[in-house]
């Protein structure tokens, strides 16, 4: 009898199974992929009042917390996409993402995070994610602070590993960072210039430390001479000293979100380099003006690159978990 072909019928029809299942996952996958406003309509509806009011509470006490949050959210999905990679503590085994060089003694608000987690835990445990928390939060520290409020898409599950060498390889852009850098960060991350521009409007609110702009003050020459003075009075040109003395990235209205960040550009006052070079005889200078002069197209155009910023490669579906505690996986 001869030998039975790896084709046989049997086989073929095996085969045809197996390629109908592996679609259907496909399939499965790229729907589970997709985040939503409503995700937590049926299992946690009370979500969104409970990361308000941590939020509220937290900005009441310091408004800078505001612009803490949404940084969060920020360094968060630049490196390895918004799965809450960010908020991961070092152990004796594992190295996170808080002590790279563009988090250290940076980012901060983690424990307004583990209040929020805890206040979304006593109304719905197990069930929302540290990467949405950060999306949510990073919504209402924008609305409470007289910005725009939109319908957050959510979804995101949390990653179990962080990147410290991602996180310190440049993907999120230095203040030192010149237009083209910029530009090739965020295209690498699937947002435009536009995106770029629209999101640096972030800084109309929060504050930097003087190792960021003492260069800027001293050495550069696109600054306003009244501005660059009084910097130098709280950030001496000796590094090592005076270091972590804060500054205003808005000087004209830093707790309050609005447009006036591009009036500052206009004048020359941004505070760091990589604020003042998107006005600067170049390619974005239009828009700039633009989003100087017109309130509402800003907040469109935020809401619209913010949404598109937490849509960088979450995890859903079975991927990833939801993590009890933010600081580390289950």
């Given amino acids: ?23 259907l996952m496909m399939f499965m996958g790229r729907s589970s ?20 009011s941590v939020v509220k509470d ?22 390895q996409g918004c799965d809450g ?7 004796s085994s594992f190295t996170g993402e808080k002590t790279a060089a563009p988090n250290n003694n940076s980012v901060r608000g983690f424990n307004v995070v583990d209040d929020i987690k805890s206040k979304v835990e006593s109304v719905c445990p197990g069930v929302v994610s540290c990467a949405d928390i950060l999306a949510i939060g990073a919504r209402d520290s924008i609305a409470l602070l007289g910005g725009p409020k939109w319908d957050v898409k959510l979804g995101r599950r949390d990653s179990k590993t962080a990147s410290f060498s991602v996180a310190n390889s440049g993907v999120i852009p230095p203040p030192t960072s010149n237009l083209g850098n910029l530009i090739n960060r965020f295209q690498d991350r699937g947002l435009s210039t536009k ?22 003050i001293y050495n ?18 000796i590094s090592g000293s005076g270091d972590n003395n804060l500054a205003p990235l808005d000087l004209k209205t830093p ?13 020359k006052k941004g505070l760091l380099h990589s604020d003042q070079i998107l006005y600067n005889g170049s390619s974005t200078d239009s828009l700039i003006k633009l989003y100087s002069k017109n309130p509402k197209a800003f907040n469109d155009d935020f809401v619209t690159a913010i949404i598109k910023m937490g849509d960088i490669s979450p995890l859903t579906g079975s991927n990833g978990e939801i993590r009890k505690n933010c600081r580390r996986i289950n």
Avoid at 1 to 23: N, Q, R
Avoid at 37 to 49: A, E, I, L, R
Avoid at 66 to 76: E, I, K, M, Y
Avoid at 195 to 216: K, P
């Fill in 220 to 237: 550069e020459t696109n600054i306003d001479a009244s501005l660059a003075r009084k910097r130098q009075r709280n950030c001496p040109r």
């Fill in 33 to 52: 992929a997709k985040l939503t406003t409503d995700y937590y309509k049926k299992t946690c509806p009370k979500v969104f009042s409970a990361v308000e």
């Fill in 58 to 79: 937290a900005i009441q006490k310091e408004k800078r917390m505001g612009a803490s949050l949404l940084r969060l959210h920020f360094h968060d999905c630049f490196v």
């Fill in 255 to 267: 707790t309050f979100f609005d447009n006036s960040y591009y009036k500052n550009l206009i004048k």
């Fill in 195 to 216: 995106d770029m521009v629209v999101l640096s409007g972030a800084h109309t609110i929060g504050q930097a430390r003087c190792t960021l702009y003492r260069n800027r």
């Fill in 1 to 23: 009898m001869a030998a039975l072909s790896p084709f046989s019928s049997y086989s073929k029809a095996s085969i045809i199974v197996l390629i109908i299942c592996s679609l």
């Fill in 85 to 91: 990679s960010v908020l991961l503590d070092d152990t």
